[in-house]
């Protein structure tokens, strides 16, 4: 953390990392793609030769018409992407000085960035799949699942794990085959082995040209050779540990955002922290408003 704040420790330092990660050695208009730019002598701010056009390296980056300054911003990505349970709201407006609305809106922008982390690769090799349910009030499962009201009813998330490699989260609207069984066409690739429990919607796997093994958990069967959910189960455990211990209650319409956060910090377990937040930028370019993340 020391190192990390002597080197990003002015808004100056914070720019010039974030050109370097963005367009290496030579800066790229983000107004008209042009090459021909020029860097004004404060270097901050750079000309288009082009179209003529003034940009930093924050246009068309999540940083995009935010006033909070480079380096909170980049203190609230290492601290949101190097803190396995993560951090909540409330305790980053205290780090980084900000109101909690504030910090909220940045932590919600720095997760939605991670949308795109789970693209262009599939999972394969050995894959293990499950589904859990996240929220309610009650501890008997099949009695909230069943009930009308609102004070009981959970939200379905689905997890598919290559075993010694990366993971996919997705929060669905149930647990039918509908939900559960494309996102597993889309995700993993054909021929892959895929350890399940008993659940009946998986029993179409085999069917749909994917080796399929279970373990029966209602008899307490937890493993069978090397068929077995442990791994995709521990994932579970450390998510719930997160949500119910540091953000306490997540709203649906942004459950998936939460989803990526975890996603994203078991896949890069294997990185230094550094490295991690690093990582990270490679999916900054995108925008979102407060209107936007509000109406969903």
């Avoid at 951090?87 to 932590?107: A, E, N, P, R």
């Avoid at 796997?205 to 189960?233: C, W």
């Amino acid at each position: 953390m020391v190192e990390f704040q002597q080197k990003f420790s002015n808004e100056k330092a914070c720019l010039a990392y974030l050109e370097q990660v963005r367009w290496g050695d030579k800066a790229i208009c983000p107004h008209c793609g042009s090459i021909k730019t020029y860097k004004f002598k404060s270097g901050l701010l750079f000309k288009c030769g082009d179209c003529r056009k003034q940009f930093t390296a924050k246009v068309g980056t999540i940083f995009s018409d935010s006033k909070v300054p480079l380096y909170k911003w980049f203190l609230a990505i290492y601290l949101a992407t190097s803190l396995k349970r993560g951090i909540s709201s409330v305790q980053l407006c205290k780090y980084i000085g900000v109101t909690q609305k504030t910090s909220w809106f940045m932590l919600q922008r720095i997760r939605f960035a991670l949308e795109k982390s789970g693209n262009g690769w599939l999972l394969e090799n050995e894959v293990e799949i499950d589904e859990t349910y996240i929220g309610g009030k009650g501890y008997n499962r099949a009695k909230e699942l069943r009930s009308t009201t609102n004070s009981y009813n959970k939200e379905t998330v689905m997890g598919m794990l290559e075993r010694g490699g990366r993971a996919k989260i997705y929060h669905v609207k149930s647990s039918g085959s509908r939900a559960l069984l494309p996102p597993i066409q889309t995700n993993v690739k054909p021929d892959t082995r895929i350890f399940t429990d008993e659940y009946g919607v998986y029993k179409n796997l085999s069917k749909m040209g994917y080796p399929h093994d279970t373990v029966h958990h209602r008899t307490m069967q937890f493993r069978k050779g090397n068929a077995h959910t442990q791994n995709i189960e521990g994932f579970w455990s450390h998510m719930k540990r997160g949500i119910n211990g540091v953000y306490y209650h997540v709203s649906p319409k942004h459950l998936q955002m939460y989803c990526n956060e975890y996603q994203y910090r078991y896949n890069t377990r294997q990185m230094t922290d550094i490295e991690r937040f690093s990582e990270w930028f490679g999916y900054s370019l995108c925008g979102l408003t407060y209107k936007e993340l509000i109406n969903g």
